[in-house]
């Protein structure tokens, strides 16, 4: 498929897009103006049955020694394997492209609804807290109202014992009263008492005015609480009004509830309410009608009738004129009629259109439901096929990789040429390293010109003074990536004292764009993970990181590291390769790990441990091997897989001459050690090439140590690093030489731990 400028595809036939490598012939690539710039594939689709055929391709050549034509078709095998991994990672791009807007269509969706749930939740609270609080208030009005008619019986009773006492005052009057009578009656017979009577009389007056003075009190008394009353009352009768006033806000807000949760139902009373008004409209409709058809009717016999009359009988003009009036007050009543019928037949018009607006929001509300549902479940079946093909997508991608990586070698090396310094002083001195520009060698070729004679070298990749960290970085990306696939991975940076291993492997500190390559790998491996996740990988990770100082292994994350004397280093950390080709060092600390930055403060903490010195040729030169080892366990129980990688990051100490060094003492030493060990890797290398049957891996511990990277068990690549200063032209040529040598070695295929059978994620390294 050919991209176009607006994003669209064109179909091409993919068959024509290669040839089978036997013939010989070259494919015919067909681009459109859409491809992307830099790719290979040129907006060629390929198939699932074309990969397979092109993974199945066995090279042939009809003379089997001729091998620049071998080598020219295997070139040509490679283009097309990038051709379709290329096609093929742009493809992924589109598909997580699509997966991640198919995901935030439904999490939209999904929100949508979770917010108008939130809303009438928090609606039917607030209406909920409402109540409550009206049932608070009227609890309060209750016990008030309660109070308030205790005080009123109590006012009552004491209102009775003041009727009572009066009562009784009365009646005491009236006995005293009696007794006066009785004793003027006797007055006549005790006139010798009259005296005392009389004065009894007075004191008798005098106790009746007091009573009548208390029976005043008393009637104002009485008065006061009949007052009093009367305000109770009226409270009483406001606060009654107030408590069936909160009944009834009450009532209407329980009523407002059952409104809001029963909208649908009363539109639906709305809708019947409305047709049986139109059936009532279209009934009076249809009565109005006979009505003006029976008064037109009446119009027409009477006016037959005046002409009858007019000329039967010749009544007289009066009668005329009433029948005349008649006749108009009946075209009025049939004019009246016919407004009547108009209005009525507006009122039903509107009426029709209230029931049709009605039935479009029900409709409306019913087929919105309906389409979010659908469309639900139409992004939930996207989902999914999306991540089937991901899931697919990742496996071909492995087999392609790993066939690309295969073919290229297992050895592989890059070459990289440091920028020149500003006190080096080569301003006047012709340059000693070039790069070739012809289409076989650019990119790849390199020559270093000594003593006039130019001497040219082929790696997998060749990096200028000018190429970035990242620029070196994009070149290893996939080799790391094998880590996670079940692979072991070596990556070791070779070359003179003040080449840039160093700077290569770990970078400037606290320099995003100057990052070396074991952090920026670290990155991508934990971004890696994190995406694996949706495909039900879990990953576990550990860290461990040793230096080899003077033939000696140092832990560079022992907590208690001390200086120990050589035997008892050799006794405390031993070298160890199992039966599956994995290393072991006893007694060696391993970190798990969770995050690139966990490792990248185990990383600064091995920095400062390691081994440096200053000499003549660099002022910070790293005087051990310093071995970065990243063991990766990863486990998918879907698809009941288990895989085991190991991640080997080395930078070596440089080499130099002892004579340009100016080593003494422990700095002569280590020079000697270093060289040792690097002139035991030359060795290794050597017999590698020659194919010989003993390989002297044992010679040195860090040939030991890299056996399982250098002897087939794994993949791996090695960075040669160049000065382009004239003063290091003769390391330089030697470098170039020895990485030459190890670009010509052949071992066999690495091995992938994997299982397909259920396996607990577990580390089992010493």
Not at 166 to 186: G, I, N, P, T
Not at 192 to 214: G, H, P, V, W
Not at 325 to 338: W, Y
Request: with cysteine.
């Amino acid at each position: 498929m050919v991209g176009t400028a607006n994003g669209s595809r064109t179909p091409v036939t993919p068959r024509q897009a290669f040839s089978v490598v036997n013939g010989g012939q070259d494919p015919v690539l067909r681009s459109g103006p859409g491809s992307i710039a830099g790719s290979d594939c040129g907006g060629i689709e390929f198939t699932r049955e074309e990969v397979e055929a092109l993974l199945n391709v066995k090279i042939r050549t009809k003379d089997k020694f001729n091998l620049k034509e071998k080598c020219e078709m295997m070139m040509d095998y490679i283009k097309k394997l990038r051709m379709c991994v290329r096609w093929f990672q742009e493809f992924e791009g589109e598909l997580s492209f699509e997966h991640e807007k198919l995901k935030k269509l439904f999490e939209s969706a999904e929100k949508k609804s979770n917010d108008m749930e939130m809303l009438m939740n928090a609606k039917e609270e607030e209406l909920n807290s409402i109540i409550v609080e009206l049932r608070k208030n009227y609890s309060l009005l209750q016990e008030k109202f309660m109070k308030e008619e205790t005080d009123k019986l109590a006012a009552i009773e004491t209102l009775m014992k003041e009727k009572d006492a009066r009562m009784s005052a009365e009646r005491s009057l009236a006995s005293l009263k009696e007794d006066l009578e009785k004793a003027v009656r006797e007055s006549s017979s005790a006139n010798q008492k009259i005296l005392s009577i009389n004065d009894m009389y007075k004191r008798l007056q005098e106790y009746n005015t007091s009573l009548q003075q208390y029976n005043s009190k008393l009637q104002t008394e009485l008065n006061q609480t009949s007052d009093t009353l009367k305000t109770v009352e009226r409270e009483k009768a406001a606060l009654t009004e107030n408590l069936s006033k909160l009944r009834g806000y009450h009532a209407s807000q329980q009523d407002q509830l059952a409104s809001t949760k029963a909208s649908l139902e009363e539109s639906m009373k709305l809708k019947e309410a409305l047709s049986s008004e139109v059936g009532c409209l279209r009934g009076d409709l249809h009565q109005v009608r006979e009505d003006r058809d029976r008064q037109l009717l009446l119009v027409q016999d009477l006016t037959a009738e005046v002409l009858q009359y007019k000329e039967c009988t010749g009544k007289s003009a009066a009668e005329l004129g009433d029948l005349t009036s008649k006749s108009i007050q009946l075209e009025a009543t049939c004019t009246l009629q016919s407004d009547t019928i108009r209005r009525l037949q507006e009122q039903l018009a509107i009426a029709e259109k209230k029931l049709e607006i009605s039935d479009l929001s029900s409709l409306e509300t019913r087929t919105g439901y309906e389409e979010q549902k659908r469309l639900n479940s139409e992004l939930q079946i996207r989902v999914d096929e999306a991540e089937l093909k991901v899931v697919e997508g990742e496996a071909l991608r492995k087999k392609l990789h790993n066939t690309i990586l295969e073919l290229k070698g297992n050895i592989r090396v890059f070459c990289r040429v440091r920028p020149l310094l500003l006190d080096e002083g080569v301003d006047n001195e012709t340059k000693i390293v070039s790069f070739p520009t012809t289409t076989e060698t650019v990119g790849r070729g390199i020559e270093l010109v000594q003593h006039g004679q130019s001497h040219p070298f082929m790696f997998d990749k060749v990096f200028t003074p000018q190429s970035s960290q990242e620029e070196v970085f994009v070149e290893i990306s996939q080799l790391v990536q094998s880590a996670l696939d079940g692979y072991k991975v070596c990556i070791f940076a070779y070359g003179q004292t003040g080449s840039g291993k160093t700077h290569t492997m770990m970078g400037t500190p606290g320099s995003y764009d100057e990052k070396g390559l074991i952090p920026r790998s670290l990155e991508q491996i934990f971004e890696s993970r994190q995406k694996l996740l949706d495909q039900g990988w879990k990953y576990e990770m550990q860290v461990s990181m040793l230096e080899i100082y003077n033939e000696n292994i140092r832990d560079l994350l022992a907590s208690n590291r001390s200086c120990s004397t050589d035997s008892g280093s050799k006794q405390q950390y031993a070298i160890k390769h199992d039966a599956s080709g994995n290393t072991h060092v006893s007694d060696l600390t391993i970190v798990d790990v969770r995050s690139s930055r966990e490792v990248s403060f185990l990383l600064n903490r091995a920095a400062q441990s390691r081994s440096v010195g200053k000499t003549q040729m660099n002022e910070q030169s790293s005087r051990s091997h310093f071995v970065f080892t990243l063991r990766i366990s990863g486990v998918n129980e879907s698809m009941e897989q288990h895989v085991q990688g190991v991640l080997n990051l080395i930078d070596l100490a440089g080499s130099e001459r002892l004579s340009k060094s100016g080593s003494t003492g422990d700095r002569l030493k280590e020079t000697q050690a270093i060289n040792k060990s690097l002139s035991s890797l030359s060795d290794v290398i050597f017999a590698l090439a020659k194919k010989e049957e003993h390989i002297p891996f044992r010679n040195s511990k860090l040939t030991y140590l890299l056996q399982p990277c250098l002897g087939g068990d794994s993949k791996t690549l090695m960075v040669v690093n160049v000065s382009p200063a004239p003063s290091s032209v003769n390391e330089s040529l030697c470098s170039l030489r020895f990485a030459a040598r190890v670009n010509a070695c052949e071992i066999s295929i690495p091995r992938r731990q994997t299982s397909m059978r259920y396996l607990e994620p577990r580390l089992s390294y010493g």
